[in-house]
Protein backbone atom coordinates (compact mmCIF):
# COMPACT_ATOMS: atom_id res chain seq x y z
CA UNK A 1 0.00 0.00 0.00
CA UNK A 2 3.00 2.29 0.67
CA UNK A 3 4.20 2.01 -2.66
CA UNK A 4 1.17 2.59 -4.29
CA UNK A 5 0.62 5.70 -2.44
CA UNK A 6 4.44 6.41 -3.75
CA UNK A 7 3.63 5.54 -7.07
CA UNK A 8 0.53 8.29 -7.06
CA UNK A 9 2.25 10.62 -5.65
CA UNK A 10 5.16 10.69 -8.04
CA UNK A 11 2.86 10.54 -10.95
CA UNK A 12 0.88 13.68 -9.98
CA UNK A 13 4.13 15.24 -9.43
CA UNK A 14 5.11 14.89 -12.45
CA UNK A 15 1.98 15.95 -14.02
CA UNK A 16 1.97 19.35 -11.90
CA UNK A 17 5.55 19.44 -11.02
CA UNK A 18 8.72 20.25 -12.70
CA UNK A 19 7.66 17.81 -15.88
CA UNK A 20 5.39 20.05 -17.04
CA UNK A 21 7.76 21.64 -19.43
CA UNK A 22 8.34 18.39 -21.26
CA UNK A 23 4.21 17.67 -21.19
CA UNK A 24 2.94 17.04 -24.46
CA UNK A 25 -0.87 17.69 -24.53
CA UNK A 26 -1.67 19.69 -22.23
CA UNK A 27 -0.55 22.91 -20.27
CA UNK A 28 0.08 23.86 -16.44
CA UNK A 29 -3.05 25.49 -14.91
CA UNK A 30 -3.91 27.21 -11.83
CA UNK A 31 -6.75 29.30 -10.37
CA UNK A 32 -10.79 29.26 -11.88
CA UNK A 33 -11.84 27.32 -14.54
CA UNK A 34 -13.13 29.38 -17.08
CA UNK A 35 -16.41 27.93 -19.13
CA UNK A 36 -19.05 25.51 -18.59
CA UNK A 37 -18.17 22.53 -16.60
CA UNK A 38 -19.59 19.24 -18.19
CA UNK A 39 -18.51 16.96 -16.65
CA UNK A 40 -16.73 16.35 -13.05
CA UNK A 41 -14.90 13.54 -11.66
CA UNK A 42 -12.78 11.42 -9.60
CA UNK A 43 -10.64 8.32 -9.64
CA UNK A 44 -10.66 6.03 -6.72
CA UNK A 45 -8.90 3.57 -7.80
CA UNK A 46 -7.18 1.57 -10.86
CA UNK A 47 -7.00 -1.71 -11.71
CA UNK A 48 -3.71 -3.39 -13.46
CA UNK A 49 -4.74 -4.69 -16.57
CA UNK A 50 -2.08 -7.65 -16.71
CA UNK A 51 -3.53 -9.20 -12.86
CA UNK A 52 -6.56 -7.08 -12.42
CA UNK A 53 -5.24 -6.01 -8.56
CA UNK A 54 -6.36 -2.60 -7.49
CA UNK A 55 -4.76 -0.15 -6.05
CA UNK A 56 -5.57 3.19 -5.20
CA UNK A 57 -6.23 5.90 -7.43
CA UNK A 58 -5.20 9.88 -6.96
CA UNK A 59 -8.28 10.38 -4.82
CA UNK A 60 -7.16 14.42 -3.76
CA UNK A 61 -7.33 15.30 -7.71
CA UNK A 62 -10.48 16.50 -9.65
CA UNK A 63 -11.10 15.92 -13.26
CA UNK A 64 -13.45 18.32 -15.18
CA UNK A 65 -14.18 18.76 -18.17
CA UNK A 66 -14.85 22.63 -19.44
CA UNK A 67 -16.37 23.61 -22.49
CA UNK A 68 -14.08 26.81 -23.33
CA UNK A 69 -14.13 28.75 -26.46
CA UNK A 70 -11.40 26.80 -28.33
CA UNK A 71 -13.39 23.60 -27.39
CA UNK A 72 -13.40 20.88 -24.99
CA UNK A 73 -10.13 21.05 -21.82
CA UNK A 74 -9.70 18.66 -19.50
CA UNK A 75 -8.57 20.05 -15.94
CA UNK A 76 -6.55 17.57 -13.98
CA UNK A 77 -6.43 19.34 -10.49
CA UNK A 78 -5.51 18.97 -7.01
CA UNK A 79 -7.13 19.95 -3.92
CA UNK A 80 -5.21 23.52 -4.14
CA UNK A 81 -6.68 24.03 -7.65
CA UNK A 82 -3.19 23.65 -9.59
CA UNK A 83 -2.68 21.24 -12.06
CA UNK A 84 -2.55 20.21 -15.58
CA UNK A 85 -5.37 21.85 -18.52
CA UNK A 86 -5.15 18.89 -21.00
CA UNK A 87 -5.81 20.69 -24.62
CA UNK A 88 -5.41 17.98 -26.86
CA UNK A 89 -8.84 16.51 -27.62
CA UNK A 90 -10.62 14.49 -29.89
CA UNK A 91 -14.00 12.81 -30.87
CA UNK A 92 -14.22 9.94 -31.81
CA UNK A 93 -16.82 5.98 -31.85
CA UNK A 94 -15.43 6.25 -28.12
CA UNK A 95 -16.69 9.43 -26.94
CA UNK A 96 -14.44 12.57 -25.81
CA UNK A 97 -10.56 11.71 -25.88
CA UNK A 98 -7.63 13.88 -24.01
CA UNK A 99 -4.44 12.97 -24.19
CA UNK A 100 -0.88 13.89 -22.57
CA UNK A 101 2.32 12.58 -21.73
CA UNK A 102 5.65 13.28 -20.37
CA UNK A 103 7.80 12.98 -23.08
CA UNK A 104 10.40 10.33 -21.43
CA UNK A 105 7.97 8.97 -19.17
CA UNK A 106 4.10 8.16 -18.65
CA UNK A 107 1.04 8.97 -20.67
CA UNK A 108 -2.67 9.33 -20.03
CA UNK A 109 -5.53 8.63 -22.27
CA UNK A 110 -9.01 9.74 -20.83
CA UNK A 111 -12.30 8.48 -22.69
CA UNK A 112 -15.10 10.06 -21.91
CA UNK A 113 -18.40 7.75 -24.06
CA UNK A 114 -21.30 9.65 -25.04
CA UNK A 115 -23.46 6.71 -24.14
CA UNK A 116 -23.79 7.51 -20.44
CA UNK A 117 -24.43 4.00 -19.30
CA UNK A 118 -20.70 3.46 -20.07
CA UNK A 119 -17.76 4.52 -17.85
CA UNK A 120 -15.28 7.15 -18.35
CA UNK A 121 -12.06 5.76 -18.05
CA UNK A 122 -8.53 6.88 -17.48
CA UNK A 123 -5.67 4.63 -19.08
CA UNK A 124 -1.90 4.74 -17.96
CA UNK A 125 0.70 3.88 -20.25
CA UNK A 126 3.97 3.20 -18.47
CA UNK A 127 6.87 4.89 -20.04
CA UNK A 128 8.76 3.18 -22.65
CA UNK A 129 6.13 1.06 -23.55
CA UNK A 130 4.26 3.26 -25.81
CA UNK A 131 3.79 5.25 -29.14
CA UNK A 132 2.54 8.97 -29.48
CA UNK A 133 2.13 10.30 -32.78
CA UNK A 134 0.42 13.11 -34.53
CA UNK A 135 -2.30 11.72 -36.43
CA UNK A 136 -4.87 14.26 -38.43
CA UNK A 137 -3.19 17.31 -36.22
CA UNK A 138 -4.36 15.46 -32.77
CA UNK A 139 -1.42 13.44 -30.70
CA UNK A 140 -2.85 9.44 -30.28
CA UNK A 141 -1.14 6.72 -28.77
CA UNK A 142 -0.08 4.59 -31.72
CA UNK A 143 1.23 1.46 -30.70
CA UNK A 144 1.34 0.06 -26.91
CA UNK A 145 -1.00 -0.84 -24.45
CA UNK A 146 -2.60 0.86 -21.19
CA UNK A 147 -0.68 -0.84 -17.70
CA UNK A 148 -3.88 0.48 -15.71
CA UNK A 149 -7.37 1.32 -16.18
CA UNK A 150 -9.06 3.38 -14.01
CA UNK A 151 -12.71 4.44 -13.84
CA UNK A 152 -13.31 7.57 -13.49
CA UNK A 153 -16.64 8.60 -11.20
CA UNK A 154 -18.72 11.10 -11.66
CA UNK A 155 -19.26 13.54 -9.13
Given amino acids: MKGT ?5 LLLFVIVGCASAFM ?3 KPHSGAL ?3 ILHAYKIPNCTTIKDGSIIDGPKDSTYNIVQTETGPVLYELDKNGNGAAITNYWKDENGMNFLTY ?4 HGWHYIV ?3 KSKPAVREVYVARTY ?6 GVLKVTSGNPFY ?6 Q
Avoid: H, Q, W
Fill in 5 to 9: KYFFS
Fill in 113 to 115: PDD
Fill in 131 to 136: RVRSVD
Fill in 102 to 105: VKTS
Fill in 34 to 36: LGN
Fill in 24 to 26: AGS
Fill in 149 to 154: KCEMIK
